[in-house]
């Protein structure tokens, strides 16, 4: 059966079997979440030197230097409007619907796991470092090789940029170097290649997992909380996103349909980065030059977290409400002013939403940090939505900034899946 052979159908099959399995044997299911872990950090591992080389591939033969700076102010305003979007939405939405009234939570006589109030300490702990400036600061990498190792997207996407930029100006005498690197690119997406091959376990230990440790009656009265972050998610890519891909030529259903290996990769395993090295080449066999997709996509996993965006909203507003917190209108705008900046540097760190959550309420010292450990157990469920939400953010905005600056072929092979008909 030559439909058991798609890597789509595979990676289904595991998640479907994951959850099965979570819900007939949840010990068994709690305790194969290595196998999650292990594929994300195989292919966390290959996103460092993949993104380098593209990168520096990519400037060195755009030639003209102008064309990398227009490239990213684009990109950047592009992440700004529609992150802004999406934080407002998110708002709006807690704000109609108020997920945590009734609940009446007295924080103080709040009943908290061990193991949930050591992960609250540490969230707290690392947001009380957290500032614009750690972050900007955060980019430049302590030693060359130091931001290899450590893994940190931003980091390594500057050194390449820095790199890039020599090389184009050595002009002929960097070839050589320019094609080494090229050539080392593709060995690392042949070994994406081979990794790929585990995605169907790895889903089925992810799912295994989440639904064996948390199991579904762990959500009680948080559904409504979880409804809201999926349903919110839904509307923001079908509506919002739907209308910047209309106005740009493209069909957010042909794309959505052009990635569901993509999507249900990220779905398995929770992690939009698990889809990255993929991404980057479907998005150049879409029609979307190397350099463009070099620059923007590594970008937008920092700074264009939709799905982040909003679920920061929507849990700081309920964890107000479920506190008896009242807010004033300024101090709700007063939020997402906060958030405009904190929500940049979501990814940059393992729990990044988390924490970024935690440094928001902190700072506007009326919202309780300690609610935090009231969505502490269904933030599993809500990091698919996410996830998912932030990885469609990131391929329209591909797709709309490199046709923005002309650098898009509507006549490559798989163009046609993504423009309108």
């Not at 009380?128 to 060359?144: E, G, N």
């Not at 009680?220 to 079908?238: E, I, S």
């Not at 898009?408 to 092979?413: C, H, R, T, V, W």
Request: charged fraction near 15%.
């Amino acid at each position: 059966m030559k439909w058991l052979k798609s890597l789509y159908v595979q990676v289904l099959v595991g998640i479907v079997l994951g959850v099965l399995l979570g819900m007939v044997k949840p010990d068994l299911g709690a305790s194969l979440e290595p196998l999650g872990q292990a594929f994300v950090s195989a292919v966390k591992m290959l996103i460092a030197p993949i993104i380098f080389c593209t990168v520096v591939h990519g400037i060195a033969g755009m030639g003209d230097l102008n064309k990398l700076g227009s490239v990213g102010w684009k990109a950047l305003l592009y992440f700004e409007v529609v992150t802004t979007l999406a934080l407002v939405i998110g708002l709006v939405v807690a704000k109609v619907i108020e997920p945590g009234s009734g609940m009446h939570v007295n924080v103080a006589q709040l009943s908290v796991s061990d193991a949930d109030s050591a992960k609250l300490a540490g969230y707290q702990a690392a947001a009380a470092k957290q500032s614009v400036v750690d972050h900007l600061l955060h980019i430049i990498p302590k030693t060359f090789v130091g931001a290899f190792a450590e893994g940190e997207i931003l980091q390594v996407l500057f050194l390449a940029i820095l790199a890039g930029i020599a090389l184009a100006k050595m002009g002929e005498r960097a070839e050589m170097i320019t094609e080494l690197l090229h050539l080392v690119s593709q060995m690392f997406f042949g070994i994406v290649g081979i990794v790929t091959k585990a995605a169907p376990i790895a889903a089925f230990g992810a799912m295994a997992f989440t639904i064996g440790k948390y199991g579904v009656g762990a959500l009680g009265k948080l559904l409504l909380l979880l409804a809201c972050v999926y349903l919110t998610c839904l509307l923001f890519v079908f509506v919002v996103l739907g209308l910047i891909a209309r106005w740009n030529g493209f069909s957010l259903w042909k794309m959505l349909k052009h990635i569901k290996e993509e999507l249900l990769l990220t779905l398995g395993t929770s992690s939009s980065e698990a889809a990255l090295p993929q991404l980057m080449t479907k998005m150049e066999k879409t029609g979307c030059s190397k350099g463009v997709v070099g620059i923007v996509l590594p970008a937008g996993y920092s700074f264009n977290l939709d799905g982040t965006s909003i679920y920061l909203t929507m849990a700081a507003l309920f964890v107000a409400q479920a506190t008896d917190t009242h807010l004033t209108l300024w101090q709700e705008l007063g939020i997402l002013a906060v958030l405009l900046l904190t929500s940049k540097g979501a990814a940059a760190v393992t729990g990044g939403g988390f924490i970024t959550l935690a440094a928001t309420l902190a700072s506007t010292g009326t919202i309780p940090v300690a609610g935090l450990a009231l969505i502490l157990g269904i933030d599993r469920f809500m990091s698919e939505a996410r996830a998912i939400t932030n990885l469609i953010g990131n391929s329209l905005a591909m797709l709309v900034v490199a046709k923005w600056e002309g650098e898009f072929d509507a006549k490559a092979e798989d163009a046609v899946k993504v423009l309108r008909g």
